[in-house]
């Protein structure tokens, strides 16, 4: 069966040896000039700003509940980018902060912006990013106490135990105890006691929780006997103190 005929088709046959070397040469030199090239590396982004909120409510469409899931979990996931994974300790903590207040503007009764910063991104190795997240949940509060104060307790753990900072630690304890919520547990209330006891101050220790004792508010008789055992142990600890101090003296 014949060719068909294409107008313009030329055969390989009719093109000049010298047009075949050149082309032949380009290619080769191309070639060999991406063989030379570095493999490509993969760059890490910066966490860009956060944007105002009534810009995301605008990007939600009416819905800014799911506009803060949304944006969780893109903040999440920020960190494993094409390539690279990146350690939170490299992120712009005053970003994150950023991202996470948005999320908290966007839906108020959200708790997994206050769980990320106080159980995610405070636990890097970095004291001064950890103090970030921390004081970002004592901020974040006062505007809910009786939803956000497991995240505030747990900042009294993380400052008094990972940071080793018993004064921010009594300050995170103290607001838990002043706070006018009801739906705050007794034991979260008391942080302050234990606080106190850690720093050496047996004395303010003991008359707070002896003054706890004697307020009525304590009607679980397993938490009076556990705090009353706790109160007799600060007592005798004092009296060990100022034991020793005297024979020093």
């Known amino acids: 069966m014949a060719r068909p005929f294409l107008p313009g088709a030329r055969s390989w046959r009719r093109v000049p040896p010298l047009s075949l070397a050149v082309l032949g040469l380009a290619l080769a ?19 860009p ?8 409510r605008v990007l939600s469409l009416g819905d800014p509940v799911l506009g803060a ?9 920020f960190d494993q980018q094409p390539g690279v994974s990146l350690p ?19 839906d108020p009764r959200a708790q997994y912006p206050l769980l990320a910063a106080s159980r995610l991104y405070a636990e890097v190795a970095d004291p001064a990013r950890s103090r970030v997240m921390l004081d970002f949940v ?8 009786a939803r956000r104060w ?5 900042a009294v753990f993380l ?11 009594l300050r995170y304890a103290r607001r838990l105890a002043e706070a006018p919520a009801a739906g705050i547990p007794g034991w979260a209330r008391q942080l302050q006691i234990f606080v106190l006891e850690n720093l050496g101050e047996l004395e303010a220790a003991q008359i707070l929780l002896g003054g706890l004792l004697d307020s009525g508010q304590l009607t679980d008789a397993h938490e009076r006997a556990f705090l009353a055992r706790r109160l007799d142990d600060i007592a005798a600890r004092r009296r ?9 003296d």
């Open 150 to 154: 497991p995240w505030l307790a747990h």
């Open 240 to 248: 060990d103190v100022e034991k020793s101090t005297g024979a020093s």
């Open 88 to 106: 939170y300790r490299s992120l712009d903590y005053a970003r994150v902060r950023d991202w996470l207040a948005l999320a908290l503007a966007l």
């Open 69 to 77: 899931k949304v944006l969780m979990l893109w903040l999440l996931g």
């Open 138 to 145: 004592e901020a974040s509060f006062d505007a809910d106490p």
């Open 29 to 47: 030199a191309q070639l060999a000039w991406h063989s030379r090239l570095p493999p490509p590396v993969a760059r890490a982004e910066a966490l």
């Open 49 to 56: 700003p956060a944007p105002a909120a009534a810009a995301l």
């Open 159 to 169: 400052a008094q135990h990972r940071l080793h900072d018993p004064d921010r630690a």
